[in-house]
Each structure stands twice: as C-alpha cells, then as structure tokens.
C-alpha cells in the first residue's frame, strides 16, 4: 500500500498461479480490517487468469499491456535491484533467496521509501 508504506510479498523460485494465490492470500492478510484493497496487475497470464483465488478484500485492476509506468511496482523492483540485488555472485540457490528476503525486509522497514516509490497521482486522485 503505497498510500501507508505497507508491503506483502513472498519470494518464491517461480511465477505462475498457485505462486500467485499466495501472494494474493499474503496481500489480503495485511489489508486493514473493513478496508478494501485494490491490486494493480500487469497482463502476465497469472495475474488474470480465472483460476486465480481472489480474496474477498482484494480487487484486481489490470493495467494496459506494455505500459511499466502505470505499474509502481516497476520502480520498486528497480530500486531493490539498484541498490541490494544487482552485481552480485551467489554461491548457491539458498543464498539467492536469503539475499532477496534480506532485500525484501530492507524495503519493508522504510514505508517512506515504499510511498515514494510506489504512489501515483492518478491512482490517488479519487
């Protein structure tokens, strides 16, 4: 939620549906009591595919294909790859993953950052 600073996420070896419901069920874990939350997506099949599980308090808006800055997540990724994930050498798979879930923490504990990073005009306008 880049209106209050708050992430959800998971790092997870690979993107499809079952990936994604549980990241969905991770977001809606985090939505406020009686709060609603919108989730912005891309037109990657697993985001919009009808097998998806979606959460009472979660609605999805898909954005236009090929269109990254509508997306705030697109910066997000490309500040944690700017700063904690890129030009770096693992040793193992185990490492990878403790290093994103080090990056990942990192960014959760600078909401400043997330809203930054993360909030759009036309998004908060209405």
């Known amino acids: 939620c ?3 600073g708050k992430a959800a ?3 997870l070896p690979f993107c499809n549906t079952d990936t994604m419901n549980l990241h969905l069920a991770k977001i809606a874990l985090h939505v406020a009591p009686g709060a609603h939350a919108v989730v912005l997506m891309d037109q990657a099949g ?3 595919t009808p097998k998806l599980e979606l959460p009472a308090n979660i609605s999805i808006v898909a954005i236009p294909s090929k269109s990254p800055e509508l997306n ?3 910066n997000v990724w490309q500040f944690m790859r700017d ?3 890129s030009n770096r ?3 193992s798979y185990d490492e990878i993953v403790d290093h994103c879930c080090d990056a990942w923490n990192k960014l959760v504990e600078q909401p400043w950052r997330i ?3 993360g909030l759009r005009d036309w998004a ?3």
Do not use: T
């Open 9 to 11: 996420g998971l790092v």
């Open 83 to 85: 700063n904690w994930l």
């Open 72 to 74: 705030p997540q697109e």
């Open 124 to 126: 908060c306008g209405f």
């Open 46 to 48: 697993w985001h919009l």
């Open 115 to 117: 809203m930054s990073l």
């Open 2 to 4: 880049p209106q209050e």
């Open 89 to 91: 050498v693992f040793g």
